[in-house]
């Protein structure tokens, strides 16, 4: 760790950290090169935040060298930017275990020049490996843009009226940054952004994906994702959302459907033990819980991606398809029939475009897909048995996501008009659909009692879908408990064929 003093005279560094930097300026100095640390652990560290990677600029091609001093750390050479000659190293040894991973980049002309090229001012911070003892003064620090004074008045500020055009992912990455550090973005670079946040087309599907899911990360998003969609900046990547920006919807719900969108963000991750939900600070009381479902939401999906992840970026796009559904009935009432089905294919082109995994955008999908479907069973009355196998059979490896989903959904529709009572009636369904989840799979997972053939030659019927139908009804009901053995399902299916 480095800490800058009170007084903004030093900063300090930790024995572990000191250690590795000492080894990269031995190598360096007896390679006759000339090395600095630049960037976000210089930041990280006076913020006393956790430094899990560190930066070195080297006036030397960081290719041609780091496999040598990867060699030194014991760790494991990887060359990440072949054109702009930036290497990795993956660190292995336990004494380094805090830092994950060290960046070798190359000084083309000048360190000044180079942090000239850097994103924000609290980034372009360099100190010379030369200069790197326990103790260092001011005077050893380069910081041509004042990056140290923005730290300490928490502003997030652009080295040049050029930083975004030279790298457009840097929009996104303001956004966040600002989040995780609690600094406020300077108001010229709120401009900028808004004036070129359509540069953000212009960055591959991937790399958006990765910060996308880094913002996603973030506790109680939603109101971050209105900030940014106040600088362009979600429009721009998702542009099907716009037509739902102000669109009314009907008078059980409290937001029009894009705040309704990004307001279940933070439902999700209330609901979810991950943050606050200040409309009814109390709701969580009545919403099932446990270590097993703590660990199933926490269960890693995809590089940087997990269930509670994805299941927040589903909040911003399940009602994707509203505003093409969306018609007035005969009583003047405001009605989005099939905007699930409809808006699931949506979900998957957005996901595809932004390169997500298979996994990811099949989980995504059929959430959107089939979030009603929890809350539709539930206002029939009292849930059957049967209606229970019918959801987990449907719905699948995202039966429980979805539970958890409408209720995120019902607090997002009601905001500070919820209801107590329709509230507590909805998660105890949940809770006793929960309860019988178990119960069910122990039932999905039975002996088949007939098959296909079976019914073909008992009742002289030819292969066709209607085979299929009479063995899924057998199924349902064996599985509800009311066929125990072969017999009982032919004396099933011959009711069924005789009705």
């Known amino acids: 760790m480095i800490a800058l003093n009170d ?91 805090k830092i994950q991973h060290i960046d070798v980049s190359t000084i083309i002309n000048n360190i000044e020049d180079d942090l000239s090229r850097r994103d924000f001012t609290i980034n372009a911070i360099a100190i010379p490996l030369e200069n790197i003892s326990a103790q260092i003064c001011n005077s050893d620090i380069i910081d041509p843009f004042n990056g140290l004074d923005d730290i300490r008045e928490n502003i997030l500020r652009v080295v040049s009226d050029k930083s975004f055009e030279a ?36 960055v591959s599907g991937e790399r958006i994906r990765e910060e996308l899911l880094k913002l996603l990360e973030i506790p109680e998003t939603g109101d971050l994702f209105l900030y940014m969609e106040e600088l362009g900046l979600i429009s721009a990547i998702v542009p099907e959302l716009i037509p739902s920006k102000g669109l009314e919807q009907p008078s059980e719900h409290y937001w029009d459907v894009f705040t309704h969108s990004v307001k279940t963000i933070d439902a999700v991750d209330y609901i979810l033990g991950n943050g606050e939900w200040k409309y009814k600070s109390d709701a969580i009381k009545n ?58 294919p949506m979900v998957v082109e957005i996901m595809e475009k932004l390169r997500f995994s298979n996994k990811e955008i099949r989980i995504v999908e059929k959430v959107t897909r089939h979030h009603l479907r929890p809350t539709q069973m539930t206002q029939m009355g009292m849930v059957t048995d049967h209606a229970i196998y019918r959801y987990f059979r449907d719905v699948g490896e995202v039966a429980i996501d979805t539970l958890f989903f409408t209720l995120a959904d019902h607090l997002a529709a009601r905001g500070p008009t919820l209801d107590t009572k329709n509230w507590q009636q909805h998660t105890a369904a949940v809770n006793y659909i929960l309860g019988k989840h178990s119960e069910q799979e122990n039932k999905i997972a039975l002996p088949r009692l007939i098959g296909g053939k079976d019914i073909m030659r008992e009742f002289r019927l030819e292969e066709g879908p209607k085979i299929g139908e009479l063995l899924e009804a057998a199924r349902e009901a064996q599985a509800s408990g009311k066929l125990t053995d072969k017999d009982e399902a032919f004396d099933y299916i011959r009711e069924l064929l005789d009705g």
């Open 7 to 97: 007084k903004g005279l030093n900063i300090t560094i930790d024995k572990s950290l000191l250690h590795i930097l000492n080894t990269i300026k031995d190598c360096l100095c007896d390679s006759g090169i000339k090395g600095y640390l630049v960037g976000g652990s210089i930041r990280d560290s006076v913020l006393k935040r956790d430094i899990d990677d560190i930066d070195i600029a080297i006036a030397e091609n960081a290719l041609d060298f780091s496999p040598e001093l990867a060699k030194l750390l014991n760790g494991k050479y990887i060359p990440m930017d072949k054109e702009n000659k930036v290497a990795r190293i993956i660190l292995k040894d336990a004494a380094t275990a």
């Open 167 to 202: 790298d457009p992912l840097r929009l996104l990455r303001a956004v966040r940054l600002a989040a995780e550090t609690g600094f406020s973005i300077d108001s010229d670079t709120e401009n900028l952004i808004k004036k070129q946040c359509l540069l953000i087309n212009n």
């Open 287 to 344: 919403v099932p819980w446990s270590s097993e479902l703590e660990g199933y939401f926490n269960e890693i999906i995809s590089s940087g991606s997990t269930r509670l992840i994805l299941l927040k970026l589903t909040a911003l796009l399940h009602d994707i398809a509203k505003p093409k559904m969306k018609f007035i009935d005969e009583n003047g009432k405001i009605r989005f029939f099939g905007h699930p089905k409809e808006g699931a």
